[in-house]
């Protein structure tokens, strides 16, 4: 079974900083399942990012997702008042979705 | 547009049942895989099931047994039937739709309902 961390678990920045969330996976996964996911307090999940670096329907450009094997990263270049939310990164395989412990990013 | 919308949850007893359901508008349930995910309170995602688009389901270890996904294609409607459920089982329940072209990421979600598992 793999599992995934993901780091820090709180971001203090300001707007306009950039944000860098690591995702690291217990064995070599592929990146074609690899996914990233925003959520808003008191919302749904929304996807952000797919096969790793690919950016869902009407994400801004700014959300971009990188990495391989067991270590993935979302950054968000600069932040935007709205980003402040927790990031959660979720791996697929065989029928089974696993998520992350999530990452909160706050306002500085 | 494209919509999901829960219903059914609510407080029940430990041991008890309780189904959920999951209109769903602008897509074709029997088309797209659909699944659950739960988030307890101040907690994470955890995923519950899938069903295929052939009818194939699948289950976490923590739910195989006790909770069973369903569909109803003339309906348009998702279901989980939940039995013998347990306090750990207390969550918001978020019906969601896996992207065709996502790489099995899912891009829709419901705003979930509420189930409370207490005496």
């Known amino acids: 079974e793999i599992v995934l961390t993901q780091s820090p678990g709180t971001l203090s920045l300001s707007p306009g900083e950039r944000a860098t969330l690591s995702c690291g996976a217990s064995?070599?996964?592929?990146?074609?399942?690899l996914a990233w996911y925003q959520q808003k307090a008191g919302q749904a999940p929304r996807l952000l990012i797919y096969a790793a670096s690919a950016r869902a329907t009407g994400i801004p450009d700014r959300f971009s997702g990188s990495g391989s094997g067991t270590d993935f990263t979302l950054t968000i270049s600069r932040l935007e008042p709205e980003d402040f939310a927790v990031y959660y990164c979720?791996?697929?395989?065989?029928?089974?979705?696993?998520f992350g412990p999530g990452t909160k990013v706050e306002i500085k | 547009e494209v919509q999901l919308v829960e219903s059914g949850g609510g407080l029940i007893q430990p041991g008890g049942s309780l189904r959920l359901s999951c209109a769903a508008s602008?897509?074709?349930?029997?088309?797209?895989?659909m699944t659950w995910v739960r988030q307890a309170p101040g907690k994470g995602l955890d995923w519950v099931s899938v069903i295929h688009t052939g009818g194939y389901t699948n289950y976490a270890d923590s739910v195989k047994g006790r909770f069973t996904i369903s569909r109803d294609d003339s309906k348009n409607t998702l279901y989980l039937q939940m039995n013998s459920v347990r306090a750990e089982d207390t969550a918001v329940y978020y019906c969601?739709?896996?992207?065709?072209?996502?790489?099995?990421?899912?891009?829709?979600w419901g705003h979930g309902t509420t189930v409370t598992v207490a005496s």
């Open positions: 979720q791996h697929y395989v065989s029928s089974r979705w696993t």
């Open positions: 969601a739709r896996v992207g065709s072209w996502t790489s099995y990421g899912i891009d829709v």
């Open positions: 602008g897509f074709t349930v029997s088309n797209n895989y």
């Open positions: 064995q070599s996964v592929s990146s074609s399942y």
